[in-house]
C-alpha cells in the first residue's frame, strides 16, 4: 500500500458532484505513515508503524464554515461526509462567531516536497536498529550509567486538497526526529543528558540522518555530560547573565513569542484549553516587546525546517514575514479568517494536524534572526553568569507572561571564561522584561523544533520549527533543585 | 444500524479474517479505537467550529520467531475493504519481524477472558444542541468544547480472548469570563439533561459573580491554600508523567524514586488508588489484560505498588498488575479524609482557596518538585471570608511536602474530573478527586 491508501480516490470527480448545493468545498485527503524505532540498552523496545488515512470535508454555508472526516473513503463515506459537513453547517451558521466569505479560502496550485538527500526507503528497520544498538552501547561509558535509549519517529506524510475555487495543492513532507539520551545514577540522583532536548533534534529530511559516526560521536558524549552532572554543583539562586543556547532559544521563542502571538488566542479561541495573550490587537506597531536586537520572522521556507511549506490548510501561500523588528512588534500569526475577524495582517498559518480535525492558527516556523556576535566574544564579555543547554522543563501562564524554563546542563562563567559545570539548571522570568534584557545575539543558528506542539479544541499535535541564535540576557533570575 | 452496531460487525468480521490469517508460529494481538463524534468550539457564547469525525483504527501485534511487530492502520467500516487492509499490514508485519532483532521482553499472549459492553446514551441531536447551549449561557461569554458521540474500544488475539467496550457519551467543558478573570465548569454524562446542564452553568455564573472585585495581587512566598478537586486533579495528573510507572523507577526517571526508597513519605492523610468500579473506562488494557478492580498506590503515604506492565514484569522478573505499557494510572482515585465542604474556609482561615492549576511541569523530577500556575477562580480568604480574586501565581513546590508533612486536610467529598483529552480521538477515563488543605504552599512569581 503507497501513502495514498488502496482506494482509487479521484478528488477532483468527488467535488464536482458536490459544488452545486454549497458556497464553496474542499476535500484534503490526507495520508501519513509514522515509524518509531527505539532501543534501549542495545536491545529492541519500541517498534510501531502506524498508518493513518483519511479525508476532510471542509464546506462553506451562509457564511460559516463546517467540517466533517471519515477514514471511510468509500464513495459513500465521502457523501456521508459531506452531508453531515453541511447540515451542520446550516445548523451552527444562526450562532457563528463571523461571517467568512470565499476571500478566506483563495484558489492555491502548486506542489511541495521536503528536500531529501537520500530516501526514507534507502534504510532498512535493520540498518536503524543496528546503529541504535551501537548507539546505547556507546553510552556505556561508566558503571553509573542506569538507562540509555536511541530513538527515531519517521513521518511521512501527503497532503492532497482540491476546492471548488480551482485549488489543487499536493505537498509532501519527509520528517526524522532523534533522540538519544542517557540517565546516569548515583547517591539518590539521577541526572539525564539527551540529544538537544527530548525529540528537538527534528527536521525535514531523509535516511541522511541517520550517520553512524555522529550518531555514535553525540551518544558518548551525552553520556559522559549525565556522569558528569552526578558530581556537578546546583546551579546557584541568584540573578545575573544568562546565555543560552539554541536548543534551549527554541523553548523560549516557542512559548513566549509564538504562542502569544497566535491571533486565535489573542482572540479567545483558546482561552478554554491553554489561553489566551498579553499582546492586545493595539500592540500591533507598538509594543516595544524586546530590545532593539530581537528581530523574529515566521519563516515557512527554511529548506530543512520542521514546519516549512508551500500553502496553509485555506490555500494561502506561504511566505516569510517580520513579527518583530527591530524589538518593536509589527504583526501577529494569523491565518485570513483570523485576519478577517481582527483586520490586522498575518501569515499563512492555518493549519490542521491531520485530516480528522479543522484548521486553527499555528506558528509554523518562527525564527529569531542572527545577530552580530561571536559566541566566544558573548562569553569572554561576561563577568559572571550562566550558560544553558537543553531543555527539559516547560511552564508558562495563560497569557504567555510568566515562565519558568528548566535545563539540562550548564556551565558556570566566570571572568569571561567557562568554568564549573552546573546541574539542575532552572530560569524564571516575566515576556517582555524578559526580551527587553537581551543584550547580544550571536551570528550563527541552528535550527531545532518540536513535533509535539499541542493545542486547540478538539486538541491537535502539531509540528513547529525554531532556528535561532545563541543569545545573552542581562539579570535574569536563575536558580537550581 | 448505528455507528457502534455497524462497528462491530465489521470489526469481528476483520478481525477474524487476520486471525485466521496467521501462519504456524505466528500469533496475534487486535485493539480496535473507533469513534463517531461531533465537537463544537464555542467563543463568545458563538460557535468558532464545528467538525464531525468519523474514524475507525486497528492495531496489530504479531509475534514471530520471538520477535515484534507493532502496527495499526485506518479502516473504513466496509468489511472487503478493510480486509484488503488488513492484508497488506499483516505482510508489513511478518517484513517487520524478518528485518528486527529478537526481543528479549516479549509477552507470550493469553486468553484474559470475554467481556462485551456497550451503553446507549441520550445525547442531543444536531438541531437542539446549538440552541441548548447558548441559550442558557446567553449574556455569558463562554468558551469551550461540546463533544459528543460514540466512542468505542475493542481487543480481540489468537488464544480467543475478545473484549468490547462502547458508550455513547459526551462532555461540554468550559469557561465563563467576566474581563479576563474566569471560571471553569464541566458537564459530561451519557444522558443529556437540559436542567442538569443549566443547572451546572448556573453554579459557575453565582462563581464568576464573586471575582467581580478588583484582582489582589499578592507577593511571592509560602500561603495557606485550599486547593479545590479541580486544583488537585491539576497535581495528579503529574502521577501520569511516570511518578507511577516501575519501569521508570527502573531507569531513574520516576519522582516517586525517593518515595520507593523510603528516603521520603507522604503524609498518612494522602492515599490513592486504581479504581476500575468508578466505571469511567474499561478494566482491559491493550493486550487484553484485566487489572485489578482497586490496586493500592499509595496508602496512608507509603507507596503501596508501582503500576508494572507484564512486559516490565518480565524484564525485572517481578509480578505485574496488568498495567498498560505507559504503566500510567487509567482510573486514578485520591481517597477522601474527614474536612466538609462547609468548613472549608474556616480551616482555611487566612490564605488561598484555588479552584485550578494550570500548565504543570517538574521543576525537580528527583525531588518531586512540581511549577505551574493558578487559574480560574483563585481568591485571597481573610478569616474564613473570600475577600478578593488574585491575581495569578506561579508555584513552586515539592510533591513531599505539599503532599506530605505540610498535608493539613483532606475533604470528605470527592468530584468526578472526566477526562476531556481528544488528542487524535477521544479518550475514556477520568479521575475522582477530594479537594486538599495545605500550608506553606510555595509561590515564587
Redesign the interface.
Known amino acids: ?1 503507497n501513502l495514498t491508501g ?2 482509487n480516490l479521484n478528488l477532483h470527480k468527488t467535488l464536482s458532484s458536490f459544488q452545486d448545493s454549497v458556497d464553496w468545498a474542499q476535500l484534503r485527503h490526507v495520508s501519513e505513515k509514522t515509524t518509531y524505532r527505539t532501543v534501549r540498552d542495545e ?2 523496545d ?9 479525508i476532510m470535508v471542509e464546506v462553506l454555508v451562509n457564511g ?11 464513495d459513500s ?1 465521502v457523501k ?2 459531506f452531508s ?2 453541511v ?3 446550516k ?2 451558521s ?4 463571523h461571517d467568512f466569505s470565499v476571500l478566506q479560502r483563495p484558489m492555491a496550485k502548486g506542489h511541495y516536497h521536503s528536500p531529501v538527500t537520500r530516501p526514507m526507503d534507502s534504510i ?3 540498518e536503524i ?1 543496528d546503529i541504535f ?1 551501537d548507539a546505547t552501547r556507546a553510552m556505556k561509558v561508566s558503571d553509573k550509567i ?2 540509555r535509549s536511541a530513538t527515531a519517529m519517521i513521518v511521512e506524510t501527503e497532503f492532497f486538497s482540491v476546492s471548488t475555487s480551482g485549488s489543487d495543492v499536493h505537498q509532501k513532507f519527509s520528517i526524522v526526529s532523534t533522540d538519544f539520551s542517557a ?3 548515583a547517591n ?3 541526572q ?1 543528558r539527551s540529544d538537544s532536548g527530548g525529540l528537538a533534534r527534528c527536521l525535514q529530511v531523509g535516511a541522511e540522518v541517520f550517520d553512524r559516526a555522529s550518531i555514535l560521536e553525540r551518544s558518548k558524549k551525552l553520556a559522559e555530560e549525565s556522569v558528569e552532572l552526578l558530581s556537578a554543583e546546583n546551579c546557584p539562586e541568584t540573578a545575573m547573565n544568562l546565555l543560552i543556547a539554541p536548543d534551549q532559544m527554541t523553548l523560549q521563542v516557542h512559548e513566549s513569542i509564538g504562542h502569544p502571538l497566535e491571533y486565535d488566542r489573542i ?3 483558546e ?3 491553554a ?1 489566551w495573550s498579553f499582546v492586545k490587537p493595539d500592540d500591533f506597531g507598538k509594543l516595544r516587546y524586546g530590545s532593539n536586537l530581537m528581530n523574529v520572522t515566521f519563516d515557512p521556507t527554511i529548506p530543512d525546517a520542521l514546519a516549512s511549506y508551500a500553502f496553509d490548510d485555506s490555500g494561502n501561500p506561504a511566505k516569510k514575514e517580520f513579527l518583530i523588528k527591530d524589538g518593536l512588534l509589527v504583526r501577529g500569526l494569523g491565518g485570513l479568517e483570523s485576519q478577517a475577524r481582527l483586520d490586522l495582517p498575518g501569515v499563512a498559518n492555518t493549519r490542521s ?2 485530516w ?3 484548521p ?1 492558527d499555528r506558528m509554523a516556523n518562527i525564527n529569531l534572526e542572527p545577530g552580530t556576535s561571536k559566541l566566544s566574544e558573548m562569553i569572554a564579555s561576561t563577568e559572571r553568569g550562566v550558560f544553558m543547554m537543553a531543555n527539559k ?7 504567555r507572561n ?1 515562565f ?1 524554563f ?1 535545563c539540562e546542563y550548564a556551565k558556570l562563567i566566570e571572568n569571561g571564561k567557562l568554568t564549573k559545570t552546573l546541574k ?1 539548571p ?1 530560569y ?1 522570568g ?1 515576556t517582555v522584561n524578559f526580551w527587553n534584557s537581551l543584550k547580544a545575539v550571536s551570528e550563527n543558528r541552528e535550527t531545532y523544533g518540536s513535533p509535539y506542539c ?1 493545542k486547540g ?5 502539531i509540528r513547529v520549527g525554531h532556528t535561532t541564535p545563541y543569545c545573552l540576557f542581562s539579570n535574569i533570575e536563575v536558580f537550581g ?1 | 444500524m448505528n455507528f457502534t452496531e455497524s462497528t462491530k460487525k465489521a470489526f469481528n468480521a476483520v478481525a477474524d479474517h487476520l486471525l485466521q490469517s496467521l501462519q504456524t508460529g505466528e500469533e496475534a494481538n487486535l485493539n480496535l479505537h473507533a469513534e463517531d463524534t461531533t465537537f463544537i468550539r464555542f467563543n463568545n457564547n458563538k460557535v468558532r467550529q464545528n467538525t464531525h469525525v468519523e474514524q475507525r483504527s486497528l492495531g496489530l501485534l504479531l509475534q514471530k520467531n520471538g520477535k515484534t511487530a507493532n502496527l495499526s492502520f485506518s479502516i473504513t467500516g466496509q468489511v472487503e475493504e478493510d480486509k484488503k487492509r488488513a492484508d497488506h499490514w499483516l505482510a508489513e508485519a511478518r517484513k517487520e519481524c524478518d528485518l528486527l532483532p529478537e526481543d528479549p521482553y516479549q509477552v507470550a499472549l493469553q486468553n484474559n477472558g470475554t467481556s462485551d459492553s456497550t451503553i446507549t446514551g441520550h445525547l442531543l441531536s444536531e438541531g437542539e444542541l446549538f440552541k441548548a447551549i447558548t441559550e442558557p449561557a446567553q449574556g455569558s461569554d463562554l468558551a469551550g468544547l461540546y463533544c459528543a458521540g460514540a466512542l468505542i474500544s475493542a481487543n480481540k488475539n489468537s488464544k480467543g480472548q475478545s473484549h468490547w467496550f462502547a458508550n455513547e457519551s459526551f462532555f461540554m467543558d468550559y469557561s465563563l469570563y467576566l474581563g479576563e478573570k474566569a471560571v471553569k465548569g464541566v458537564y459530561a454524562g451519557t444522558a443529556w439533561n437540559q436542567a442538569d446542564f443549566a443547572a451546572n452553568l448556573a453554579q459557575s455564573k453565582n462563581q464568576l459573580a464573586l471575582m467581580d472585585r478588583p484582582k489582589k495581587t499578592l507577593p511571592p512566598g509560602a500561603y495557606r491554600a485550599y486547593l479545590a478537586p479541580g486544583a488537585v486533579a491539576e497535581l495528579a495528573s503529574m502521577f501520569y508523567w511516570g511518578a507511577l510507572s516501575f519501569n521508570g523507577y527502573k531507569q531513574g526517571t520516576s519522582a516517586f524514586m525517593k518515595l520507593a526508597d523510603k528516603e521520603k513519605t507522604l503524609s498518612p492523610l494522602f492515599s490513592m488508588q486504581e479504581n476500575y468500579k468508578m466505571g469511567l473506562i474499561h478494566q482491559f488494557n491493550s493486550l487484553g489484560e484485566l487489572s485489578p478492580e482497586t490496586l493500592p498506590l499509595v496508602s496512608e503515604g507509603k507507596l503501596a505498588n508501582f503500576l508494572i506492565s507484564t512486559r516490565s514484569a518480565k524484564e525485572y522478573s517481578v509480578t505485574g498488575n496488568a498495567a498498560d505499557s505507559s504503566e500510567a494510572p487509567r482510573s486514578l482515585e485520591i481517597l477522601p479524609g474527614t474536612l466538609q465542604k462547609a468548613d472549608i474556609l474556616k480551616e482555611l482561615g487566612t490564605g488561598l482557596y484555588l479552584s485550578n492549576l494550570h500548565y504543570l511541569n517538574w521543576s525537580d523530577r528527583m525531588n518531586a518538585r512540581i511549577t505551574g500556575m493558578t487559574r480560574y477562580a483563585c481568591f485571597w480568604v481573610e478569616n474564613g471570608e473570600i475577600v478578593a480574586p488574585i491575581a495569578d501565581m506561579r508555584f513552586d513546590e515539592s510533591l513531599f511536602d505539599c503532599l506530605g508533612q505540610n498535608l493539613v486536610a483532606v475533604t470528605d467529598f470527592q468530584e468526578v474530573d472526566p477526562q476531556v483529552s481528544t488528542y487524535e480521538s477521544r479518550s475514556f477515563g477520568g479521575k475522582k478527586i477530594p479537594g486538599m488543605l495545605i500550608k506553606d504552599f510555595k509561590f515564587t512569581l
Open positions: 500500500m488502496s482506494l536491545k529492541p519500541r517498534n510501531h508503524i502506524s498508518f493513518d488515512h483519511g460559516h464554515f463546517g467540517y466533517a472526516g471519515t477514514s471511510d473513503l468509500s463515506g456521508r461526509a453531515k459537513a447540515a451542520m453547517a445548523q451552527a444562526s450562532f457563528k462567531v532498512s528497520a535493520k536498529s544498538v542506569v538507562s540517565t546516569a545514577g539518590g540522583d539521577t539525564t482572540l479567545g479561541d482561552r478554554n484549553y489561553g494536524s491531520s480528522n480535525r479543522a486553527i522543563s516547560w511552564s508558562i501562564d495563560d497569557y510568566k519558568q528548566g539542575n532552572n524564571r516575566t499541542g479544541e478538539p486538541n491537535q499535535v533543585a
